[in-house]
Each structure stands twice: as structure tokens, then as C-alpha cells.
């Protein structure tokens, strides 16, 4: 997989995509990540890539013509790049949506600042994704999490890939409470059944602390 990052702060993504797993997804060459600047693809000398909405208003907005400069340099790499423009309203991300770009082969985030877009640069977009109902400062740090969720997703990448088939959101289900040592813990013990090397009875303590764990979510969710 490729995965392209369009931002004005392109540094903002070397600490995390050069750290852990997604550092060695890059290093075995299953994943490409490359952070490109819009500012680049800006046609003034001072590389401006927001003015002032028409119409007044508070704040600046990202200006069209650097972002599809931009664009094109990705779809000359490549023509079938999936598209994803970084906005508080979009579709809100989740694990469905992790597992689905997963399967793209080439990936464009878009990152936003300021104001927002001009309303034609959402013409560039195959798809607008929401990090949840709150407004960051930046596009960034959602495409840094879109990244890691898709990343780790990818085969190969993980150490045990049995990891991802009892994670949360598998099934539907979160995921049962995990311990390792010390066996008490300033007063906290491990639960006696886990100790007990009786595995059908571990599997379905698990599954029943998922199904409660499931119903509180889906409680609090609701209410
Ligand atoms: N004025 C915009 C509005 O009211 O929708 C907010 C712009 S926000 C300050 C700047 C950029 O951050 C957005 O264009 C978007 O790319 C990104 N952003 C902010 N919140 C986000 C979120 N919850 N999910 C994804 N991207 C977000």
C-alpha cells in the first residue's frame, strides 16, 4: 500500500510514522508513507495557500488551486488513489471503515487548517471522514490515526496477526478484560478462573465479560 498525506505541517507526521509498528511496516516494504506539502504546490513566491472567504466572515480558508496542484502530483504517481478529504463533518471513522481502506492499494489524505477548504477542493474527494463530532486544529492529527488504525490492519505487519481477530469491535464484541503479572497487585488479584488452565472455561469467561463489557457500551452509546 501507498498512503500520500497532504498538509501544510508535513513535519508534524515524522515523529509518529518513524516510530513502532508503522516505522516497520515501512521498513519490510509492505506500506510507503509520504507526507507531501501543499505549500509546494503554491504559485506565489510566498507559497500562500489560504486567503480570505468571499463574503466576509471570520478566518482564512484553504485556497483550491495548491491542493489540486498537489493532487496531481499524487494521481502522476498514481491515477487510482483513494481520496479521503479530512473534515469534523465526514463520515465519522471507525473500525469498518479501517478494515475498508485497508484494502486500497494507494491512499490521499487531505489535511485541512485554518477555515477549511474551499468548497471545490471537495470535489477531489472520494470519500470525507470525520475523527468524531469535535473540531481540531488541523486535519493532522486524524490522518496520524486513520494511518495507524489502516497500518496495522495490513498483512504481515503485525508480530502475531492472531492479535487482530480478538481485538474490540471483532464480532461486534469489545474485548475481555486482559492481566499478565504480578498476580496481585496492590490489593487487585487476577481473577482465579485465569489461573485454573481450564481453557474452555477462560473462553467462556472471556466471551461473557465481552458481551457485558459490549451492553455497557452500547448503554452509554444509546444514552
Ligand atoms: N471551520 C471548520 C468547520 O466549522 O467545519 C473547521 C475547520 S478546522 C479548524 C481545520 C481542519 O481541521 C478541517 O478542515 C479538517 O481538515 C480538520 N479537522 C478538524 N476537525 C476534524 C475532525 N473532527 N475530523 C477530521 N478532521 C478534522
Known amino acids: ?14 515523529c509518529v510514522f518513524n516510530q513502532s509498528i508503522i516505522k516497520r511496516a515501512q521498513q519490510k516494504g509492505i506500506v510507503q508513507i509520504e507526507a507531501i506539502n501543499i505549500r509546494d504546490f503554491a504559485l506565489d513566491k510566498h ?9 466576509g466572515g471570520a478566518g482564512m480558508v484553504m485556497k483550491p488551486e495548491p491542493i489540486y496542484r498537489a493532487m496531481d502530483y499524487v494521481k502522476s504517481k498514481n491515477s487510482n ?9 465526514g463520515k465519522i471513522f471507525n473500525q469498518q471503515k479501517a478494515k475498508e481502506l485497508a484494502k486500497k492499494s494507494s491512499l490521499a489524505i487531505i489535511c485541512g487548517r485554518y477555515e477549511g477548504f474551499d468548497e471545490r477542493v471537495r470535489y477531489l474527494a472520494d470519500e470525507e471522514i470525520s475523527l468524531g463530532r469535535f473540531v481540531l486544529s488541523g486535519g493532522e492529527i486524524a490522518a496520524m490515526a486513520i494511518v495507524d488504525a489502516v497500518v496495522r490492519l495490513l498483512e504481515g505487519v503485525l508480530g502475531n496477526p492472531d492479535s487482530l481477530k480478538e481485538e474490540t469491535f471483532e464480532d461486534g464484541l469489545v474485548e475481555y478484560p486482559q492481566y499478565t503479572r504480578p498476580r496481585v497487585f496492590r490489593g487487585m488479584s487476577v481473577p482465579d478462573i485465569l489461573l485454573s488452565g481450564n481453557h474452555k472455561k477462560i473462553k467462556e469467561w472471556r466471551m461473557q465479560q465481552s458481551k457485558l463489557r459490549t451492553l455497557k457500551l452500547t448503554g452509554e452509546e444509546d444514552g
Do not use: N, W
Open 1 to 14: 500500500m501507498e498512503i500520500f498525506v497532504l498538509s501544510i505541517f508535513p513535519e508534524m507526521f515524522d
Open 47 to 55: 507559497r500562500t495557500t489560504d486567503d480570505y472567504p468571499y463574503g
Open 81 to 89: 488513489t483513494h481520496t479521503i478529504l479530512l473534515t469534523p463533518a
